[in-house]
């Protein structure tokens, strides 16, 4: 079994996404009444595109086209807003991601989280997440970042071999990244996260291990662990660099090993929390949750309807992508996304559960849709006959959960459990890609 298939953070993946029509916001904004919702703003710009990156990122932009982009942003939360206000909309998270949010200015950020404050309600005790970069990561910005409430920074570090970062097409160096991991943790952010990829050509077991022994100098809260994958449209496809899948599970063995028997608590395939306390990680039903977007390229969940920006990798199709964003001119209207049926509600629940410790609540997912899990997903009970998954009984009650074998191998079993239906859009989205990759190579 190949254990990189895909990573599945969430379900459906945006290439299963189509055109949508007739669609407004304003027939769902009922669903963000009250407390408890994400927010979710994406900045698209980045110094370089790293030769794995499959995000919707652009590259090489001006002063002026950051300050275009956040007129625009303007714009859209004016729109938002103002169908927000009477749901009386109060938001308990805030994420700010990319391409590198901190590639913007101190005054830019500063600009950005004023906007935020000014047309979003936001509760007390708001999660407040940020991304960044080891070279776009200062201490004014940071010091921008505790102002404004951030909780969680979360840095792309991937490796602390210079060697290793040539070859993922990284801009920065091992040392630029202990330095900014000192002024990280010089700031008291109460999580710091830092991101490593496995994997990576000429990587072995002892390079990445070393890797971690350093990062765990620095007692970040949290750690993640990421094969690499090469996608449709990353530089290094074009390369013709195909990672060896055998080696990076080895080092994923070892690396996962390490971090546990160094005091991490291992709660996915990729995330491995600093618990001093024993335990596992607390139940949290997801799958449900509504979640709104600003900005090109992130996406928004309103009960079954999820929607986007159309998915775009390359460079020319990012550009064309933001170039229609700010060309905008009424953000309620929904014109790309999908509607899932009730059995894509179903799987994504399983999806979202299963994927993450302590697993799925089976009393819960019987409460919510009337039927038993086993009988709805029959591949269920042959994952816990290969010893993929096992059952644990609790006061919560009956837990479904991927035993230690079946959490390496979540990027294999996750995908089983898409749909055909979503496989075929998704299978369709990359051949076209394909193509037009073979095109332009004519």
Not at 46 to 61: D, E, M, P, R, W
Not at 207 to 221: D, F, T
Not at 276 to 295: D, I, W
């Amino acid at each position: 079994m190949n254990p990189y298939i895909q990573y599945m953070y969430s379900y459906p993946h945006k290439t299963a996404y189509r055109q949508l029509s007739g669609v407004s916001l304003q027939d769902y904004v009922h669903l963000l009444e009250g407390g408890g919702h994400g927010l979710y703003v994406h900045i698209p710009f980045c110094q370089a595109k790293c030769g794995y990156c499959n995000l919707f990122s652009v590259t090489g932009q001006s002063p002026y086209a950051v300050e275009k982009y956040l007129d625009t942003l303007h714009r859209q939360c004016m729109q938002y807003a103002a169908l927000l206000k009477p749901q009386k909309t109060v938001f308990s998270e805030l994420v700010i991601g990319g391409g590198t949010p901190l590639y913007l200015t101190e005054k830019q950020l500063e600009q950005m989280f004023q906007l935020l404050r000014s047309y979003f309600a936001f509760s007390k005790d708001a999660e407040i997440i940020a991304e960044t970069a080891p070279n776009q990561t200062s201490a004014g910005k940071l010091a921008v970042l505790k102002q404004a409430g951030v909780t969680r920074v979360s840095m792309g570090i991937q490796s602390f071999q210079d060697e290793e970062l040539e070859a993922l097409g990284r801009r920065h160096r091992a040392q630029t990244a202990r330095e900014a991991l000192h002024l990280l943790k010089s700031a008291d952010f109460a999580c710091v996260n830092a991101d490593f990829i496995y994997g990576i050509p000429g990587q072995t077991v002892q390079s990445l291990l070393a890797s971690l022994k350093e990062a765990l100098a620095w007692q970040p809260e949290e750690i993640f662990l990421y094969p690499l994958y090469v996608k449709h449209g990353a530089a290094m496809e074009g390369q013709g660099i195909v990672p060896d899948s055998a080696q990076a599970y080895e080092q994923y063995l070892h690396a996962s090993s390490f971090l546990r028997n160094a005091g991490f608590r291992q709660d996915s395939m990729r995330r491995f929390v600093r618990a001093p306390q024993a335990g596992q990680r607390r139940y949290e039903e997801c799958g449900f949750g509504t979640s709104l977007a600003l900005g090109c390229g992130g996406r928004s969940y309103l009960g079954n309807l999820h929607f986007s920006t159309p998915y775009a990798i390359t460079k020319e199709s990012c550009l064309a992508r933001l170039a229609e964003y700010e060309q905008t001119a009424d953000f309620t209207q929904i014109t790309h996304g999908l509607f899932l049926s009730a059995q894509e509600m179903q799987r994504r629940y399983v999806i979202r559960h299963l994927l993450i410790l302590p697993g799925l609540l089976l009393e819960r997912y019987e409460q919510v849709f009337g039927s038993q899990a086993m009988e709805d997903f029959p591949m269920l009970r042959s994952w816990m006959e290969r010893g993929f998954a096992a059952l644990h009984r609790t006061e919560e009650g009956t837990f479904l959960a991927l035993t230690q074998a079946g959490i390496g191998l979540s990027d294999a079993l996750g995908p089983q459990l898409t749909s055909p239906q979503v496989r075929a859009a998704m299978e369709e989205w990359d051949q076209l890609q394909a193509a037009g990759t073979a095109g332009k190579e004519q």
